[in-house]
């Protein structure tokens, strides 16, 4: 499996993109993967829109969703140069300041626009170590091969169950932690429930801790399609120390009103298939926070 997916890294980026077409009409038109589950989530998201507008963001997710993928091989092999053609940052002074301020940060980016381009971009624009936390793939195979390709630019995958561990052992160095924190935590996980594209949704609340635990700034990173196989990536300042006066929930709220607000403008970009919304909040549970919370701070 190793030289399979390792041949496909050399294969050139048109040809990828039909192989994703036809991967995206299998998915899509046949298999009807994940559709039921994904038009029920868009439906309740955006019910306003009519019948025909959700099924044409549907269709289009699914769509960028190949083109990711197949992306995201084309990226496995290219060089530095080429990935700082296609993925531009916006906001890289931010990260340029705390790099000479020798300051560790804290990313917090989602499955929106290409998620694997963004580190392989990062680790090639900035001299800074960049640890991301990620689970391990079931196939051993696939996991050391993911793990080589993603961390070629000084990267560096640390498993979830690790994260802990790592966390402590490189207290006080300068680097970058970065988290895909879109994800839904298990029931049995601290989380933070929130309104968010209209229904109650659960977000992992370790950020805060890590922000305040390592007295670090924290960034929401937006990464927009311009154009097919082109990126711009935005910073947004979600909270910087001292936080003494800082709920670890507010950061995540911040968070989601960011990653909220960057789905509506580009909601075809979304992952809709994650399954976000996997269950209701208990009826005992916290107040979840209302819808507008301001949240953006853009230096």
Same mark, same amino acid.
């Given at each position: 499996m190793r030289f399979f997916l390792?041949?496909?890294?050399?294969?050139? #980026?048109? &040809? #990828?993109? @039909?192989? $994703?077409?036809?991967?995206? !009409?299998?998915?899509?038109?046949?298999?009807?993967?994940? *559709?039921?589950?994904a038009e029920r989530d868009v439906a309740n998201a955006f019910p306003e829109k009519s019948a025909e507008w959700r099924a044409t963001l549907l269709r289009q997710c699914y769509r960028n969703l190949a083109d990711t993928i197949v992306e995201a091989f084309w990226g496995f092999g290219a060089s530095a140069e080429q990935l700082k053609a296609r993925v531009k940052f916006a906001?890289?002074?931010?990260? =340029?300041?705390? &790099?000479?301020?020798?300051?560790? &940060?804290?990313?917090?980016?989602? /499955?929106? $626009?290409?998620?694997?381009?963004?580190?392989?971009?990062?680790g090639a624009?900035?001299? &800074?170590?960049?640890?991301?936390?990620? +689970?391990? +793939?079931?196939?051993? %195979?696939?996991?050391?091969?993911l793990r080589d390709v993603r961390c070629r630019f000084g990267g560096k995958l640390i498993p979830r169950k690790q994260f802990v561990y790592e966390l402590l052992s490189h207290a006080g160095e300068p680097r970058a932690y970065?988290?895909?924190?879109?994800?839904?935590? *298990?029931?049995?996980?601290?989380? /933070?429930?929130?309104?968010?594209?209209? +229904?109650?949704?659960?977000? !992992?609340?370790?950020? $805060?801790?890590? @922000?305040?635990?390592?007295? %670090?700034?924290?960034? !929401?990173? %937006?990464?927009? =399609?311009? *154009?097919r196989g082109y990126y711009e990536v935005r910073l947004d300042v979600l909270a910087e120390p001292p936080y003494e006066d800082i709920d670890d929930a507010v950061i995540v709220e911040r968070y989601a009103r960011c990653l909220e607000r960057a789905i509506l403008d580009s909601p075809a970009d979304w992952l809709w298939l994650q399954k976000k919304w996997k269950y209701a909040k208990p009826a005992t549970d916290e107040k979840t926070f209302p819808e507008g919370v301001p949240a953006r701070v853009r230096l």
């Open positions: 390792k041949a496909l890294t050399y294969i050139p #980026l048109p &040809i #990828l993109y @039909a192989i $994703g077409y036809v991967a995206y !009409f299998i998915a899509f038109h046949l298999m009807r993967w994940r *559709r039921d589950r906001d890289a002074d931010l990260i =340029r300041r705390a &790099i000479d301020r020798r300051q560790t &940060i804290v990313l917090l980016a989602a /499955h929106h $626009g290409n998620w694997e381009w963004l580190l392989l971009a990062a624009n900035f001299p &800074i170590p960049i640890d991301v936390v990620y +689970q391990p +793939q079931r196939l051993a %195979s696939l996991d050391e091969f970065a988290l895909i924190a879109d994800q839904t935590p *298990r029931k049995e996980d601290p989380k /933070h429930w929130t309104r968010f594209l209209r +229904q109650d949704t659960a977000f !992992f609340v370790g950020a $805060g801790k890590i @922000a305040k635990f390592l007295e %670090s700034p924290v960034y !929401f990173v %937006s990464m927009k =399609r311009e *154009r």
